[in-house]
């Protein structure tokens, strides 16, 4: 009987580190990083799977890719320019001294960590409706290793 709890056990604490893991960025941002602003633009408010969403878009963050073909991880360096950060370059090297985000680039855009924010579906089409006027914005909190949390959007 022992055995089985033991296992049991073990099970469980092996899937809460493994929850731990998956969340820890997300999580170190909002907990320890910088509130920076970035310009949104909406992609698709609506999915029949995962319900009312605003999926986001960056227009700031457009870099081409350093070789073609050349897919993974990304650091992508921002710069202040007026009351929002927008992208100056992109390396596969972590860089230092300045703020950046982590991204990935495998899939057919950039990403982030910070393109979906989930709202009851009013409020999608609401926000969907602000943010294709432009006067809107994305308050996004970065760490020090350039994991980024969407903490909100809001009038620009």
């Known amino acids: 009987m022992r055995s089985l709890a033991a ?28 509130e920076y602003l970035l310009r949104v633009a909406p992609v698709d408010p609506i999915d029949p799977f995962r319900g009312a969403y605003v999926d986001l ?3 700031d963050l457009h870099l081409d890719r350093e070789t073609p073909g050349d897919e993974g991880t990304v650091y992508v360096t921002l710069e202040q320019d007026g009351e929002v950060w927008v992208a100056r370059a992109s390396t596969r090297e972590r860089p230092s001294g300045t ?5 990935d680039d495998r899939d057919w855009r950039l ?43 809001e009038s620009a």
């Open 7 to 34: 296992k049991v056990t073990v099970v469980a604490l092996v899937q809460l580190a493994l929850v731990g893991v998956a969340v820890a960025p997300r999580l170190s941002a909002r907990l320890t990083g910088d």
């Open 57 to 59: 878009e960056y227009p």
């Open 111 to 153: 990403r982030c960590g910070i393109e979906s924010l989930f709202l009851p579906q009013d409020e999608a089409a609401s926000m969907r409706a602000d943010l294709g006027d432009g006067s809107m914005v994305a308050v996004v909190k970065v760490d020090g290793r350039g994991n980024a949390a969407l903490v909100r959007v």
């Open 99 to 103: 703020p950046y985000l982590t991204c």
